[in-house]
């Protein structure tokens, strides 16, 4: 049984505004679970982005049922399938990865999905739906963003870009990971230029260490030219 029938049984009045309102907190719940278990591995696309690309996609289809239901010659999902894949190409160009391999511009590539979304809605005359759409998208950004950044703070996992002087300090380092009780979880995208070497750890640290005191520590370490948190 729909949700909005539910509602209904127990006396309810579902207009279509609060349809459209009840499906789009919906899908923002959901994929804030799925967004914010991807802040918790620290990668790139995380509760923010998972936000806006769910209630976007919600927001397209819930516009292609109501063009459906406005005329019957209409394809619900021919709206999707052309408009917003026209987007994902603009959305592409602002995803960067910068010197040092921090992923930037995804957040900004679902919210130029969002807007063309949120155009459709306010095109077709779906009024409530497009606030009930731009507070939900602003809630997430603004206060998905402090989330994260609280969170990856204070997690036991953080991501460093380590750039050394040479290869042979590699060894050193681990040696260094090892007797300040930090265990290394993943290793990316490392690459050697000369005799520099450069990758992307993810360390496992204990609860009490702070990441600034970790990226100083790292830094001031022998043989690192470059660290940082990203």
Not at 45 to 67: D, Q
Not at 83 to 95: C, D, E, M, P, R
């Amino acid at each position: 049984m729909a949700m909005e029938q539910w509602l209904t049984s127990l006396g309810f009045d579902v207009t279509f505004g609060t349809s459209v309102v009840l499906r789009l907190l919906t899908a923002a719940v959901l994929s804030g679970i799925l967004g914010f278990e991807r802040t918790r591995k620290l990668r790139a696309a995380g509760l923010r982005t998972y936000i806006l690309v769910c209630v976007g996609s919600a927001m397209a289809m819930i516009t292609g049922l109501h063009a459906s239901e406005l005329s019957n010659h209409v394809d619900p999902t021919r709206i999707a399938a052309q408009v917003l894949s026209g987007v994902g190409f603009i959305g592409a160009g602002t995803i960067m990865i910068t010197g040092y391999h921090r992923v930037r511009g995804i957040t900004t590539a679902a919210g130029l999905w969002v807007s063309a979304c949120l155009g459709l809605a306010v095109g077709i005359g779906m009024y409530a739906g497009s606030f009930a759409m731009l507070i939900i998208t602003l809630s997430s950004v603004i206060i998905g963003e402090k989330v994260q950044t609280r969170y990856i703070a204070r997690s036991n996992l953080m991501r460093l870009y380590i750039l050394f002087e040479d290869a042979e300090y590699l060894r050193s380092f681990l040696a260094f990971l090892k007797s300040e009780n930090i265990s290394i979880r993943d290793f990316e995208q490392p690459y050697i230029v000369g005799k520099s070497f450069a990758a992307t750890f993810i360390l496992k640290v204990a609860a009490n260490q702070k990441h600034i005191d970790i990226v100083g520590k790292i830094s001031a370490h022998d043989g690192i030219a470059y660290a940082e948190e990203v």
